[in-house]
């Protein structure tokens, strides 16, 4: 199935650090990822998206890069700040399975002061 | 806030009990994601709808089973429930039937006890 099971890596990083985040995907016919942020007690927010043609994304504060040959999809954040704290997941779309999309299991962001 | 409204919040009923949850999408999205988020298999796909039909189908139990009315809201209906019921379940939705970028509500937390 797609269980992406319990572990949860924990990434500490000291306020006004860069952040790099990452997500090794499992369908290498995958055309689409998401990233999204989540925070205790509130649904997964959507932060940047991009598409399988592409191999870079930049949004405000953050981007993505896309490493199709090892199938391997970051998110890196600038300037981390305290609210930056969450749950940090990423997802990947095969549009031949019906566009779902599937999640990974997601990292732990603690942003020291 | 994401626009996506889900209702309740919380719910606590329980085994083999019957429960709806529903969720009404953003303002002008056709298309509406369920999901289960549990501690030990992270955030899986249960179903999407696009503009009132079946679009794709995940992870989701017989006992489940979920409709998208003419307004475009859906509901999830849960029966026989199990203690292994209990998660966060989380609709999203998104413009077109591409589940890209797909927006979250806030969950409804179910307990079955």
């Known amino acids: 199935g797609e269980s992406v099971g319990l572990h949860l890596p924990t990434l500490s990083v000291q306020e006004g650090d860069n952040s790099i985040i990452n997500c090794a995907y499992s369908n290498s016919a995958s055309d689409y990822f998401i990233w999204y942020k989540q925070e205790s007690g509130k649904g997964p927010q959507f932060i940047i998206d991009?598409?399988?043609?592409?191999d870079k994304r930049q949004g405000q504060r953050v981007t993505v890069l896309l490493n199709k040959t090892v199938k391997h999809l970051s998110l890196q954040i600038a300037a981390t700040q305290p609210g930056d704290s969450a749950v940090y997941f990423c997802?990947?779309?095969?549009?031949?399975?019906?566009?779902?999309?599937?999640f990974g299991g997601g990292t732990r962001v603690l942003v020291k002061p | 806030d994401s626009g996506v409204t889900q209702t309740p919040k919380h719910l606590i009923t329980a085994t083999g009990q019957r429960v709806t949850l529903r969720c009404s999408p953003r303002s002008g999205d056709l298309s509406v994601y369920w999901y289960q988020q549990s501690l030990d298999q992270g955030l899986q796909f249960l179903i999407q709808?696009?503009?009132?039909?079946?679009?794709a189908k995940g992870n989701i139990l017989e006992r489940f089973s979920a409709q998208q009315f003419p307004d475009l809201h859906s509901e999830l209906n849960l029966s026989s429930l199990e203690l292994g019921d209990s998660a966060l379940y989380f609709c999203?939705?998104?413009?077109?039937?591409?589940?890209?970028?797909?927006?979250f509500g806030q969950g409804t937390r179910l307990t079955v006890v």
């Open positions: 999203a939705s998104s413009r077109g039937g591409q589940n890209t970028e797909a927006f």
């Open positions: 709808y696009y503009n009132g039909e079946e679009r």
């Open positions: 991009i598409r399988s043609n592409m």
């Open positions: 997802a990947e779309r095969f549009k031949a399975a019906g566009n779902k999309l599937t």
